[in-house]
């Protein structure tokens, strides 16, 4: 948007899709480990986690902060960072507030199509609950 006056922001994807799905919301990122590293290494996902926690209200909260970092390992210019970061609806979901969002967003998925979810819906192993 920058770079060109033409484009502009059609709408939020985030409010359009909470507005057709009641008590859902738009997961676009998510983290997966794999369950045999898991098992080994709780203590170091638990830890893991924590910290991505911490990352994600840190860049939710300190915009300026967060692009200069941005900028600073060659990701993308601070200056595309501070107008974009407000719209990346940044946070960090965990426990049962993790499953029932992505529960509720891949059902909409698997509705439309079983296909993009794997042909049935996740059981309830494949949620992880900090201990």
Not at 17 to 32: A, F, H, K, M, R
Not at 36 to 48: G, H, I, M, R
Request: include cysteine; hydrophobic fraction near 45%.
């Amino acid at each position: 948007m920058k770079k060109n006056a033409d484009v502009r922001i059609a709408l939020d994807i985030t409010k359009e899709w909470e507005l057709c799905n009641e008590d859902s919301t738009v997961v676009t990122g998510v983290i997966v480990v794999n369950k045999a590293f898991l098992e080994k290494n709780p203590e170091n996902v638990k830890a893991f986690l924590a910290e991505f926690e911490a990352s994600a209200a840190f860049a939710a909260s300190n915009v300026d902060e967060t692009a200069e970092i941005l900028e600073h390992f060659d990701i993308f210019p601070a200056a595309i960072g501070k107008t974009a970061i407000p719209y990346c609806n940044i946070k960090c979901m965990t426990g049962d507030a993790m499953k029932s969002a992505m529960e509720k967003y891949l059902q909409v998925l698997f509705e439309q199509n079983p296909a993009a979810v794997g042909g049935k819906m996740p059981s309830d192993d494949f949620y992880y609950f900090a201990k």
